[in-house]
Nanobody, 114 residues
Framework: VQLQASGGGLVQPGGSLRLSCAVS????????MSWYRQAPGNEREWVAR???????DYAESVKGRFTISRDRAKNTVYLQMNSLKPEDTAVYYC?????????WGQGTQVTVSS
């Protein structure tokens, strides 16, 4: 299984970005898929999760601004980020879980700055 994250970039405060995490390889059914982020000097933190049944969950810091979704036909999970703030600046990573196994994608940089 490989996870390929994309969609990061530079955006002004208040702007929007949509991140994508494309899944390839065998056995693409997961217990859940998540987005994490890591800002310089900080530990990696959880941002959002979508479970196999479609239920979603969000960190308080992004609730109401970010939306996680998936397209099963495209084997892709998205993170729509609206009303971005400078404190959202970080490298964003996608993660997939199946039982005791976890896969990580490479990060995609999101910079929120004027």
């Amino acid at each position: 299984v490989q996870l390929q994250a994309s969609g990061g970039g530079l955006v002004q405060p208040g702007g929007s970005l949509r991140l994508s995490c494309a899944v390839s390889g065998s056995g693409r059914n997961f217990n859940d898929m998540s987005w994490y982020r890591q800002a310089p000097g900080n530990e990696r933190e959880w941002v959002a999760r979508i479970y196999g049944g479609g239920t979603t969950d969000y960190a308080e810091s992004v609730k109401g601004r970010f939306t996680i979704s998936r397209d099963r036909a495209k084997n892709t999970v998205y993170l729509q980020m609206n009303s971005l703030k400078p404190e959202d600046t970080a490298v964003y990573y996608c993660r997939a879980n199946r039982g005791p196994i976890t896969w990580w994608g490479q990060g995609t940089q999101v910079t929120v700055s004027s």
